[in-house]
């Protein structure tokens, strides 16, 4: 098992920054991707950002060139530092653990992230 603990959702105006943080901790595997994905009111989850144990990164096209995942292997903390916010960025910021071992996937209870124009 892997639990998640995630940080750093608020309230902020367009074109603004927030950094969320993400927190693995259990079964974690050497080989593993960590990320976000966000639900905005009325509509499907979509991927966020991904970065592997490699540190191999992968963003939605909505994101590229504002926000950017890390992360930190020795606290097996994941981050997204985010830029330049959009009204459209609002929705609940979920942080995602793959194994690519054993190809098990936890999610954390998501935080809020608002941004008012």
């Known amino acids: 098992q892997v639990q998640l603990v995630e940080s750093g959702g608020g309230l902020v105006q367009a074109g603004g920054s927030l950094t969320l943080s993400c927190a693995a901790s259990g079964s974690i595997s050497s080989l593993n991707r960590m990320g976000w994905s966000r639900q905005a009111l009325g509509k499907q989850r979509e991927l966020v950002a991904t970065i592997t144990s490699g540190n191999s990164t992968n963003y939605a096209d909505s994101v590229k060139g504002r926000f950017t995942i890390s992360r930190d292997n020795a606290k097996n903390t994941v981050y997204l530092q985010m830029n330049s916010l959009k009204p459209e960025d609002t929705a609940v910021y979920y942080c995602?653990?793959?194994?690519?071992?054993?190809?098990?996937?936890?999610w954390g209870q998501g935080t809020q992230v608002s941004v008012s124009s």
């Open positions: 995602n653990y793959y194994n690519l071992w054993n190809h098990r996937d936890y």
